[in-house]
């Protein structure tokens, strides 16, 4: 039998959780991110996550990959997601965030950083590409970016309301809601999402009679249920009693309300293949799917700009899917550009 117990205590083996990372902006307060790492010698791998995700997301692969090459991980959690506390988490614009990753990489490593690649799945890979094409990291080796292309991603954009509706509102437990990801498949490795569900989901902090939380139970998930015209009376008594047993347990909601986001998302994805194009260090795009090329890309990889992988049988999340594969194509990636070398005894 599958468990979906939370396992806080795999993520303490993979990273060291860092002290929050103070960052200053011009003329604001001190902001403060979540940041992980692991690893104490080699170039660093600056992960960043999808949107609704957080660092955590990356446990799994961390561990992989440390165990594959010399290097340093650190693994943040975007402004808005996780427990980064900025004064405007509201604020996800492509600008704002590819800034804060050069703010984030000046407050750990000062005027003289070391050599660093960064790597971003969806909404990361997204502000990676911006963060490398502001030169933002002046120590950037190169750029990975994991499953989001410009074409895919804007045709994508017009049913994404739709799924984020789809999705549960509340959940019973950490426990449903990394059922909940499993099931339906958002992350398909259930050894990531029992560490990465844990950084998605927060304690519901409004009443459970307030709109926008949800009051039935199924299979452990809350769900919205619409109230029956007939026998209006006995079901309003039901559910009254079903509310007053619901109000003794803890329920879980989503730490970000993704789809009030919405008026940054062209942002992030517009003109992103040209953008990444045009990033002069060594580039490696990893895909679920090789349907996910666009025009701007299938012409660039043909003239060798980048070098892109197909990892099959992958959902979206291949880093959470697949770790050792991702793993695996980064770390030949690094080592073919001479950025590492392999950790003795492997490959």
């Known amino acids: 039998m599958m468990e979906y117990y939370p396992l806080c205590s795999s993520c303490a083996m993979t990273f060291q959780i860092l002290p929050f990372c103070s960052v200053k902006h011009s003329f604001t307060p001190l902001y403060t991110f979540r940041i992980y790492s692991s690893g104490s010698h080699g170039p660093v791998l600056m992960l960043l996550h999808g949107g609704g995700h957080s660092a955590l997301s990356w446990a799994v692969f961390?561990?992989?990959?440390?165990?594959?090459?010399?290097?340093?991980?650190?693994?943040?959690?975007?402004?808005?997601?996780?427990?980064?506390?900025?004064?405007?988490?509201?604020?996800?614009?492509?600008?704002?965030?590819?800034?804060?990753?050069?703010?984030?990489?000046?407050?750990?490593?000062?005027?003289?950083?070391?050599?660093?690649?960064?790597?971003?799945?969806?909404?990361?890979g997204a502000i990676a590409v911006h963060t490398a094409a502001a030169n933002h990291v002046p120590s950037l080796l190169g750029l990975c970016v994991i499953d989001v292309v410009e074409g895919t991603a804007m045709d994508a954009l017009n049913s994404m309301q739709n799924f984020l509706r789809s999705r549960p509102k509340t959940f019973k437990s950490v426990?449903?809601?990394?059922?909940?990801?499993?099931?339906?498949?958002?992350?398909?490795?259930?050894?990531?999402?029992?560490?990465?569900?844990?950084?998605?989901?927060?304690k519901c902090e409004e009443p459970l009679s307030s709109p926008g939380v949800s009051r039935s139970i199924s299979e452990g998930i809350i769900e919205e249920e619409e109230e029956d015209e007939?026998?209006?009376?006995?079901?309003?008594?039901?559910?009254?009693?079903?509310?007053?047993e619901i109000k003794k347990e803890c329920l879980y909601t989503w730490r970000i309300e993704l789809s009030k986001t919405e008026k940054y998302w062209e942002g992030w994805f517009k003109g992103l293949s040209s953008l990444f194009l045009t990033c002069s260090v060594p580039k490696l795009l990893l895909l679920a799917g090789v349907d996910r090329l666009d025009k701007d890309l299938t012409i660039g990889q043909m003239q060798g700009k980048f070098q892109m992988q197909v990892l099959p049988q992958c959902g979206h999340a291949v880093h959470e899917d697949a770790p050792e594969k991702v793993a695996d194509a980064l770390a030949t990636f690094m080592v073919r550009h001479k950025f590492t070398e392999f950790k003795e005894g492997f490959p």
């Open 62 to 124: 961390t561990s992989v990959i440390c165990s594959r090459i010399n290097c340093r991980v650190v693994a943040m959690d975007l402004r808005g997601h996780g427990d980064t506390k900025v004064k405007n988490p509201d604020d996800l614009s492509a600008e704002t965030m590819a800034k804060d990753i050069g703010k984030v990489v000046e407050a750990l490593y000062g005027e003289n950083p070391p050599p660093i690649m960064i790597i971003g799945h969806s909404m990361g």
């Open 175 to 202: 426990e449903n809601a990394i059922e909940w990801s499993v099931k339906s498949g958002q992350i398909r490795n259930v050894e990531s999402a029992r560490v990465s569900m844990v950084g998605q989901v927060k």
């Open 230 to 244: 007939e026998g209006g009376e006995s079901n309003h008594k039901r559910k009254k009693e079903d509310d007053q």
